[in-house]
C-alpha cells in the first residue's frame, strides 16, 4: 500500500526558502503525478502545484515564481521549495498523489495524501 | 482559475438526516470534479471523483450529482463519523481548485 511522508522544518523565518521532501514508499514514483497542496490553519485547501515522475511541473499562478517542485526516482521523493516566505506561507503541507479506483480504475486527481507538516513562518 | 463556490458554508444536522452540498464553478468543468471528507487534524480523503463515482470503500450512503457548472454532494443518511469538513475539488483545468468546505456539525 503507498504512503507519502512530508519531512522538513517546521519553522522557517521570513523572507527564507522553505524546503520540504515527500518520500514515497509501497510503490514507484514513476507513472504519477505528485502535488503539494497546503492549508492555512482554520481555513481551505490551496493547491500548490504538480510534478509528473518524468519531471514535468504545473504550478498555481499565485505562487508560481516562488515554487519549484522537483523528483528524485532514484530516492522514491520528490521534494518543495518555496522562496522569500511570509507569515502567510503558514499552513499544514501535504504531499499527495492522483491515481486510479481500485474496482473500475477512474482517475482520481488527488487521491493519496500525506500526513501533513505544520509550517510556521516567524522570526 | 475556476472558481468554486461551495455552499452552505457550515450547516448542523441531526443524525438520520439526508444533506446536500453544492458546487457551483465559475466555468465548465465537465465531470472533472472531486469530493473530500475532511476530518479534525487528518488529511482528506476521497468520496466521490468523476462527480458521481464512489471510490470503492465509501459507504453507498454518499453519492454526487452533476455536470458543467453544478455540482451537488449528497449524504442520505447522515451518520456519527459523518461529522467532517467537506470539499469539492475541480481538475478539469490548472491550477487545480477547491470550493472553500462545508463544515457539517451536529444539531
Known amino acids: 500500500q503507498v504512503q507519502l511522508q512530508e519531512s522538513g522544518p517546521g519553522l522557517v523565518k521570513p523572507s527564507e526558502t522553505l524546503s520540504l521532501i515527500c518520500t514515497v514508499s509501497g510503490d514507484p514514483i514513476s507513472g504519477y503525478y505528485w502535488s503539494w497542496i497546503r492549508q492555512p490553519p482554520g481555513k481551505g485547501l490551496e493547491w500548490i502545484g504538480y510534478?509528473?515522475?518524468?519531471?514535468?511541473?504545473n504550478y498555481n499562478p499565485s505562487l508560481k515564481s516562488r515554487v519549484i517542485i522537483s523528483v528524485d526516482p532514484s530516492k522514491n521523493q520528490f521534494s518543495l521549495r518555496l522562496s522569500s516566505v511570509t507569515a502567510a506561507d503558514s499552513a499544514l503541507y501535504y504531499c499527495?498523489?492522483?491515481?486510479?479506483?481500485?474496482?473500475?480504475?477512474?482517475?482520481?486527481?488527488?487521491?493519496?495524501w500525506g500526513q501533513g507538516t505544520k509550517v510556521t513562518v516567524s522570526s | 482559475d475556476i472558481q468554486m463556490t461551495q455552499s452552505p458554508s457550515s450547516l448542523s444536522a441531526s443524525v438520520g438526516d439526508r444533506v446536500t452540498i453544492t458546487c457551483r464553478a465559475s466555468q465548465g468543468i465537465t465531470n472533472d470534479l472531486g469530493w473530500y471528507q475532511q476530518k479534525p487534524g487528518k488529511a482528506p480523503k476521497c468520496l466521490i471523483y468523476?462527480?458521481?463515482s464512489l471510490q470503492s470503500g465509501v459507504p453507498s450512503r454518499f453519492s454526487g450529482s452533476g455536470s458543467g457548472t453544478e455540482f451537488t454532494l449528497t449524504i442520505s443518511s447522515l451518520q456519527p463519523e459523518d461529522f467532517a469538513t467537506y470539499y469539492c475539488?475541480?481538475?478539469?483545468?490548472?491550477?487545480?481548485?477547491f470550493g472553500q468546505g462545508t463544515k457539517v456539525e451536529i444539531k
Open positions: 499527495a498523489r492522483d491515481g486510479y479506483d481500485a474496482s473500475n480504475y477512474g482517475y482520481i486527481a488527488i487521491d493519496i
Open positions: 475539488l475541480q481538475h478539469n483545468s490548472f491550477p487545480l481548485t
Open positions: 510534478i509528473s515522475s518524468s519531471g514535468s511541473t
Open positions: 468523476a462527480a458521481s
